[in-house]
Every structure is written in structure tokens, then in C-alpha cells.
């Protein structure tokens, strides 16, 4: 298949105007020793039926959600998609334009841009939000070093409750800075704060706290905030965005800087990507936050438009004095997310979160009635939870996983203390009858 | 103008997309405390359904995208995106799959994700490939990043200056600097390539890497590039490939034949994948084998003797991870699925005909605008208008009048050496009809310009909002709606 409109005769017309007598003679200022003198070593070009089955035969390799029933999430939340936000993101004026540089010809990806971040400050509760960064784990990076950036300070605490991924993308991007990380340990599902000032100090640019954590419980963001406050740092919260229909928004909670992965507002799974890095943070804050910005002015007739604004933050502009490196980010996606939040409305998400918040009660209820099976934290939770079992996890998802589900991710692959703990997620996907069904495999009755 | 969703909300209104709670409605303060609940409920947009599709669909009108016409925007490379491409990545074995089901029940993305690598590694000329950076700017610290574990793998510490030629992209020294390095700029030379003499003066013991796009960012290859990697490689370090320009060299040349050592690849630019109004892209990024041990983990391997995929996270050298998960997996089946389409020809043909339109287009537009750097071109190229004092129409009143004649303008004002730039990068995706009157349309405004300068200054004229007031928007930022 070829997406070549060229006709020899428009081909030879072309180049008789350019001057040469063939498109290899364009090649000529490549060294000869440099060219590659053999074809390129790839499976020969395909018509499109053919790569269409090829892709079919592949996909079809896999298991998905339509035919397993799904009770995890550890960053990667399977939602209800409103079948009009992929409608609405397959117009192609969207997902084929660029950057928003010119803003005369593109003020659709601009007000709904504009859109997103409101819904993000109103989500969050802070004053400005970017127009998106790549996932969750890089958007708390990207905090972190706003943090350090504004407070001049080199160290950043961060919950090991934060998501292993995230904790291990800021370890990444960090080490090269020398910015030292602390890790605040955890006790009962939740960041311990009972031994703060051992961790937290006026050297610490930011105490990074997530909640719901990775376990699943709601952190006490009020004290974290507070605490650190005190100190002269910042609180970064990471926070689930689908939760905060029931949840306090961080920001009356005290954070300075609210992130997270907007995967859960109606974008797919798809293996962990493309997701949605969001950021947002108080006004103070705005010129050190990373990425573009969307701001409203007026035209020459006076009328109200939408451009790219506060750029002398970014790199095209600034280059190594740049705060960020990032360009391309996730525009898409944070349509698909302002789309979702806009058909929801307030009812509708929290009526989501509510059926989370429920659902995941009552299968931890469900699931601690079996024999060998405890809840270890009795801290608040969202829509996961950790359970301990008697029996081998990996048993208990290999009969699971037999008949159609799959269960709880094995916590010690992050925590290698918690042999025999599993973290389930109950979305509003799942039905009473699934969930039954969920503790009945489990409970080793096929 | 079109009102804001928050501006056509009416309370009360809503949509219904959940079944009714089929599980004992439990009072939500037994089950958390009052200090975690929410008080005020979020001023989200209370529409119904057909409410929210009018105002998205409305919205998508205002835009202009590849679909809508000629996108010529130097060093974005926006080429037709197949329609296929879509419908594949939406596949529910791709789209429906979650980073954390069981290895065995995913070959088929591993599959797809391992053929990948392989095809991107031997159109690069590279060891081995991580499909993990996000986006362009992502690969190009992921590959600072390796480079600068390799040196410190070898007890090379005193290496942390990061060379870049002042036409590079914007990101390259924000990258190297995001990664905590000195960045030194060194001049181009009047044919626009790399000043060797101020190269050799840069280079040393410090020399971490050479930052390096080529075409470079003026469209013209860079012939010294043996001798370039030469003087890097003796100094000790290594050499970056920006593939931003990729589009105008596969199947011809390759970047680790040149002598680089990591590549990245913007798969939103070369291998057709939709630019989504800024994003999602993807930037895998290529390395010769000493830098392998060193990659993002997890890894994909192949077992041989169970005959399946592995995401190998034992990788004791490796740089960490670079993001969650394993990349921008929807845009990766994307560029996959366009490989399979064109092939190793194809792709070599898909840059020849890039390279053969830029050379056609910069041929016809050369009659009436200057070329301060002469060609043959590759995939795009720089010119500039003439007569700027006496007309006083400058390259951002050329790129707005383009708009009233239906194009998206060429990139502007970039690269930064050549004053009052425009970039024009065609693709091979166009046909010669859409050259002849994009050709004719800027002649006409070469002649407004002489003629009716005001008519330029105006421009455009036929859009649904004039020139913004970026000044105002800057000064007293205004960054979300709020409630009256």
C-alpha cells in the first residue's frame, strides 16, 4: 500500500523543472561511503487487506476486557467510556492537526484546551492547570522539580506509596540532578506520619504524598500539607482524578501542586499508553510550571480568542534555560478527558466514584467472609484495597485467570515484604453478580 | 466564536451512563471521613449528550488539520495519516488489554512491539530500540541519559558538557540540560553546516555528546558528518541522532552509519501516526549494543525454548524507567501497521518522493523568495521573503495571508540563524497540483506584498477571530473560566 500521488509523467515534469534527471541525483550530497547500498531489511510493503489481517491476527493473540472480567488497576483503571468521546475524538480537524501555532486556524484545540484546564483547576482545586504531559509518572517528576526549582531546596520525601513507576521515572530523571529522594515508609496502607521530622526537614523542597495510594487508601493530605508547610516545602499531591467527584480536592487540603495519571476519564487501558499526564498548581506557581498553557485575549475587532500563552517558559523559546524539555504532549487525550468530564457533568462523575467507593466495599466485605483471607489496613479506601491470603496469590490468579478473570496484582513484585498480599480494584464496571462471581472462583468453587 | 461548555451549562441537566448501584448502598460517611469527602461538588459542564457532541463537533470546525488541506510545517512532517491506522490501534485486542494482565495473554502486543523495534533498529542502523519515551523530546533525554550512564559506567566522570550546533531544535539543549548537563553552542558554517573548526575547539575531555540532526533543521544534509563523529568519537564522546528529519533519508543512509550512537524517532512525524493537536506522539529511541545493557526497563525479550515474549526487568545497568509502563503503546501499533503497509521499498520510496516535492516546491518558490542557504534540499527547506524594509511585510504577515488562501502556514521564525525564516516542509504525500498552487498562492503574495502591503498586515481576513493579542494574553493571563 502506497500513499504516493505521483504519476511518471508528473514525476518527470518535476524534475526537468528542479533541473536533474532523476530523484536520485536529490541524493548526491550524501557521501557515497555513507549510503546504504542493499534494501532495507523489512517485510515487503503489504495492501492494505492483507496488513489488516495481520494486525487482527496479532490483536487477536490477546486477552481483553471484553472477554475477561477485570478486578485490577494499579495505575491502569478500566472506566465506562461514553461511546461519544471516541466519536468525538475521530474527527479528524482533532486527532490530524498539530500544535495549536497558528491560533486563527485553530481555535477549536484551544478553547478545548482552555476547557480541559479549567476542568482540571476545578477537579483539583487549584488556579492553573498545563495543557497536558505524557502520564501520571512524568507529571509528578516534572512537580518534583518544579519543587526543588522554586524552593532552592536539593531533597524531595516521597511516600512509598506512591506508585513503584512513578517513584522509579522520578529516580531517573532526579539521580543526574543530584536531587536526593527520601522515601517515607508506610504503616496500616497508609504513609506513616508519625515520625515526620525524622524525614521531613527545611532541606526538603517537597513531601510527594498519593491518594488514593498505591494501595489504594486515602492519605491524610491535610496533615502532609501541614507538616510540611511548616517546614517551608511544598506538598505535591497525586491524586486519582475520577475520585474527586467524592474526594476533597487537594487543594482545599493544602497541595501546592496536584498531578496525576487522567487515564481513568474515559481513555482506554491500551497496554499503558498513550495515558494523561495532568498538572496543576497554585498561581504563585505559573511560571514555573512546565508545558503549554492555553490563555484567553481578544482579536483586533475585539472579539475573544485563545492563543498559546506565557511561552517564554518553554523550550523553543528559552532552550537550555528552558524549566522542561517537553514539546509534543497529550492533547488528545486531554480532549478525550474534558469530553468525558463535559458528558458526566458533576452528578455524573461522582455517581462513578460513588459506584467505585461501594462496589469496592462490598467486595472487600465479600472477599474477607472467605476462609484465609484478611484485610490487613483498616484505612479508607477508594476503589482498591489490599487483602492477605492463606493461600499462594498466584494460585488463587491462576484459578481466577482460568475461569475468566483477572484478579488482584501480587503485591510483593513492588513490595517483596508482602509476600501472599494482593491489591484488588472494583471499578463501576463490575456488577454484583461479577463481583459474587469474583469470590465464589476465589474461593475455590469453579 | 463558539460560547464555553462551562457558558451553555444548565444545572440539572445530565447524562446517564451507569446502571443503578446494584450493591447496598452504603451512607458514604460510614465508609470514609468527613474530612475526605467533598464539599463542593466540581463546576464541571451539566449538558446532555447531544449538547456535548454539537459544541466538540462545532469546535473541531474551527480547526485545520492535515484532512482539512496543505499542512506544509517545516520539521513536523505532516504526511497523510492512513485511515487504518485508527482502526487498528482501536483493535480490542490493543486497546482493551491493561499493562498488568499476565505475559502470556498479551504476545500479540509484545509481538507487535518487538517487530517494531526490530524495523526501526535496521532503518536506523542501530543494535537495539525501547519503545518507552513518550515523544520526541522524552527519547531525546532518555538518550542523554544513556549516554551519560555509559560514561559512568566507565568511570568517565568528567563528562558533562552536551555540544549543540545553533540550529538545533529548542529541545536539545533543554534536554541536556533537564538531565543536568552544561550545554556548549557552537556556529554553523556559511553552507549551514557544522563549523569544524569550532567544533574541534569545543570538543574535550568534558565532551559527553554531539547533538545532531541531519537533514539538519535548513533541510540540507550534513556532508562533514564522518569527520564530525570523527573529532566527537576521538574526544571521547558520543554522538546524538535527532530524528526529527528522519522522513528524508530511510532506506538511503542511516544514522549509525553515519557514526551515531542513539537515535530517537518521532514516530508522529515519520512513520505517520496523527499529531492529535500536540500530542500523543511516541519517541523510541535506537542504540549500538555498548549502550544496550544501559535501556529503559522493562525490556521485551524472545524465549526461545517457551517460544514467547518477556518483559525483562533484571536489567542491573539500565537507566531506570523513563515513564510508566511501556511507551505510547496506541501510537506504536499506529506506526506498525504503516510499516507493514509500505515496507522497506516503500519507506525508501516514501522518501524519495519527500525529498523529490521539497526540491520541486523549493524550486518554483525560489522564482520570488530567497534561499539563504542553497540546496538540493532534503525533505524541506528555509526560504525568506525579500524587499522586508521597503515592503515592511514580514514572514509572520506571509504566514497569515497563506491562511485566507486555505493553507496552514510553514513554520515560522525557526531555524533561529536565519532571520525571518519560513520552513517549509511539503511530504510525499502531496500531489503536484497542490505544489503548482501553493507555489502560485505565495507568488501572489510576494506580488500583495509590493502591491498592497496592508492587505498582509491584516491577514488573515477570513478567519472566525482575527490576530490574537498575544501581548495581553501574556500580561494578564487568563487560564481557565470561572463561575460569575
Known amino acids: 500500500m502506497s500513499f504516493l500521488p505521483h504519476t511518471r509523467e508528473e514525476e518527470n515534469a518535476m524534475l ?421 462471581r469474583l469470590v465464589q472462583v476465589w474461593g475455590g468453587d469453579r | 466564536m463558539e460560547k464555553l461548555i462551562f457558558e451553555k451549562s444548565v444545572k440539572g441537566r445530565k447524562g446517564n451512563y451507569l446502571p443503578a448501584l446494584d450493591v447496598p448502598d452504603c451512607p458514604v460517611e460510614e465508609l470514609l471521613p468527613t474530612a475526605f469527602c467533598r464539599k463542593e461538588a466540581p463546576a464541571l459542564p451539566q449538558l446532555t449528550e447531544v449538547e456535548v457532541v454539537r459544541h466538540y463537533t462545532r469546535l473541531s470546525r474551527l480547526n485545520y488539520g492535515v484532512d482539512t488541506g496543505f499542512y506544509p510545517l517545516g520539521s513536523c512532517t505532516m504526511k497523510y495519516n492512513p485511515k487504518i491506522n485508527e482502526d487498528a490501534a482501536n483493535l480490542p485486542g490493543f486497546s482493551k488489554i491493561h499493562p498488568y494482565q499476565p505475559v502470556d495473554s498479551v504476545q500479540g502486543a509484545l509481538e507487535l512491539m518487538a517487530k517494531t523495534q526490530a524495523y526501526l533498529a535496521e532503518i536506523a542502523g542501530m543494535d537495539a530500540v525501547t519503545l518507552q519515551p513518550a515523544a520526541g523530546a522524552h527519547g531525546e533525554l532518555t538518550g542523554i541519559l544513556l549516554i551519560m550512564a555509559y560514561h559512568t559506567a566507565r568511570g568517565d566522570l568528567k563528562r558533562n558538557k552536551v555540544i549543540v550546533p545553533d540550529s538545533s531544535h529548542g529541545t536539545n539543549p533543554a534536554t541536556a540540560a533537564l538531565a543536568g548537563c552544561q550545554i556548549i553552542e557552537v556556529p554553523s558554517n556559511e553552507k549551514g553546516g557544522v563549523d569544524l573548526a569550532a567544533l574541534r575547539a569545543a570538543v574535550g575531555e568534558d565532551t559527553a555528546a554531539l547533538m545532531l540532526t541531519n537533514p539538519s533543521t535548513l533541510g540540507l544534509f550534513e556532508t562533514q558528518i564522518k569527520e564530525i563523529a570523527e573529532i566527537v568519537h576521538a574526544a571521547g564522546g558520543l554522538l546524538y541522532y535527532d530524528g526529527a528529519n528522519m522522513n528524508a533519508i530511510m532506506g538511503y543512509t542511516r544514522p549509525g552509519d553515519m557514526g551515531f550512537d542513539v537515535v530517537h524517532f518521532n514516530l508522529h512525524k515519520t512513520f505517520s501516526t496523527p499529531h492529535g493537536g500536540g500530542g500523543p506522539g511516541s519517541g523510541p529511541v535506537g542504540v549500538k549494543a555498548m549502550l544496550e545493557p544501559f535501556l529503559p526497563k522493562p525490556v521485551i525479550l524472545y524465549d526461545e525454548p517457551t517460544q514467547r515474549y518477556l518483559l525483562d526487568e533484571e536489567r542491573p545497568q539500565s537507566i531506570g524507567r523513563v515513564k510508566a509502563f511501556y511507551g505510547n503503546f496506541g501510537v506504536v501499533v499506529k506506526a506498525f501497521t504503516y510499516m507493514l503497509m509500505l515496507g522497506g521499498e516503500g519507506l525508501k520510496e516514501a522518501s524519495e518522493k519527500a525529498v523529490l516535492n521539497a526540491n520541486y516546491l523549493m524550486t518554483l518558490l525560489t522564482e520570488h523568495y530567497d534561499l539563504p542557504y542553497a540546496g538540493p534540499c532534503k525533505h524541506e527547506f528555509v526560504i525568506t521573503p525579500r524587499n522586508t524594509q521597503q515592503t515592511g511585510v514580514h514572514t509572520l504577515d506571509i504566514a497569515k495571508r497563506l491562511i485566507d488562501y486555505g493553507y496552514h502556514p510553514p513554520t515560522i521564525y525557526f531555524p533561529l540563524m536565519v532571520h525571518e525564516a519560513l520552513m517549509v516542509e511539503p511530504t510525499e504525500t502531496e500531489n503536484k497540483e497542490t505544489l503548482d498552487e501553493f507555489a502560485a498562492a505565495m507568488t501572489a503574495i510576494a506580488r500583495e506584498a509590493e502591491e498592497n502591503a496592508e492587505l498582509l498586515h491584516d491577514a488573515p481576513h477570513l478567519t472566525p477571530v482575527s490576530r490574537l493579542d498575544e501581548t495581553q494574553a501574556a500580561r494578564k493571563p487568563v487560564l481557565r473560566w470561572k463561575a460569575q
Request: charged share 20%; proline share 5%.
Open chain 1, 16 to 436: 526537468q523543472a528542479i533541473g536533474v534527471s532523476s530523484a536520485e541525483e536529490l541524493f548526491r550530497d550524501i557521501p557515497r561511503e555513507l549510503r546504504l547500498n542493499r534494501p532495507l531489511q523489512l517485510p515487503a510493503g503489504l495492501p492494505e487487506k492483507a496488513v489488516w489481517e495481520e494486525v487482527q491476527r496479532l490483536a487477536e493473540k490477546d486477552r481483553h476486557t471484553d472477554n475477561y472480567l477485570c478486578f485490577r488497576g494499579a495505575g491502569a483503571y478500566e472506566h465506562y467510556q461514553p461511546s461519544a468521546v471516541k466519536h468525538l475524538l475521530s474527527r479528524a480537524d482533532f486527532y490530524t492537526a498539530y500544535t495549536p501555532y497558528q491560533p486563527e486556524i485553530s481555535q477549536g484545540t484551544l478553547q478545548a484546551i482552555f476547557e480541559y484546564q479549567t476542568c482540571i483547576c476545578e477537579l483539583t482545586g487549584m488556579d492553573v492547570a498545563n495543557a497536558s504531559h505524557y502520564d501520571g509518572a512524568t507529571a509528578l517528576t516534572e512537580a518534583a522539580i518544579m519543587a526543588v526549582e522554586a524552593t532552592r531546596r536539593n531533597k524531595v520525601a516521597v511516600s512509598a506509596l506512591v506508585h513503584p513507576e512513578y517513584r522509579e521515572t522520578m529516580q531517573t530523571y532526579l539521580k543526574r540532578r543530584g536531587v536526593e529522594l527520601i522515601t517515607l515508609p508506610y504503616a496500616d496502607g497508609l504513609t506513616a506520619s508519625n515520625d515526620l521530622s525524622s524525614y521531613v526537614n527545611d532541606e526538603v523542597a517537597a513531601v510527594i504524598i498519593q491518594s488514593p495510594n498505591f494501595f489504594g487508601s486515602i492519605e491524610d493530605i491535610g496533615l502532609f500539607a501541614e507538616f510540611v508547610h511548616g517546614k517551608g516545602g511544598l506538598l505535591v499531591a497525586c491524586v486519582d482524578p475520577l475520585s474527586l467527584g467524592v474526594l476533597e480536592s487537594p487543594g482545599r487540603l493544602g497541595a501546592d501542586i496536584v498531578v496525576g495519571d487522567g487515564q481513568s476519564l474515559g481513555l482506554p487501558l491500551s497496554f499503558g499508553g498513550p495515558y494523561l499526564g495532568f498538572m496543576a498548581c497554585k498561581e504563585k506557581y505559573v511560571r514555573r510550571l512546565p508545558g503549554r498553557i492555553v490563555g484567553k485575549t481578544v482579536d483586533r475587532s475585539g472579539r475573544e480568542g485563545f492563543v498559546l500563552t506565557l511561552q517564554a517558559r518553554e523550550q523553543h523559546i528559552r532552550r537550555e534555560k528552558a524549566g522542561s524539555n517537553i514539546c509534543s504532549n497529550q492533547a488528545l487525550c486531554a480532549l478525550a478527558a474534558t469530553i468525558y468530564l463535559s458528558l458526566l457533568g458533576p452528578d455524573g462523575l461522582a455517581e462513578a466514584g460513588k459506584q467505585c467507593l461501594q462496589k469496592s466495599h462490598f467486595a472487600q466485605q465479600r472477599l474477607a467472609a472467605l476462609p484465609g483471607v484478611t484485610i490487613p489496613y483498616a484505612a479508607p479506601f477508594f476503589q482498591e484495597f489490599v487483602v492477605k491470603t492463606a493461600e499462594a496469590p498466584a494460585v488463587i490468579n491462576q484459578r481466577l485467570w482460568e475461569a475468566g478473570i483477572l484478579g488482584g496484582l501480587e503485591l510483593r513484585r513492588f513490595y517483596p515484604e508482602l509476600e501472599n498480599h494482593l491489591l484488588v480494584c472494583v471499578t463501576e464496571m463490575r456488577s454484583r453478580e461479577e463481583i459474587e
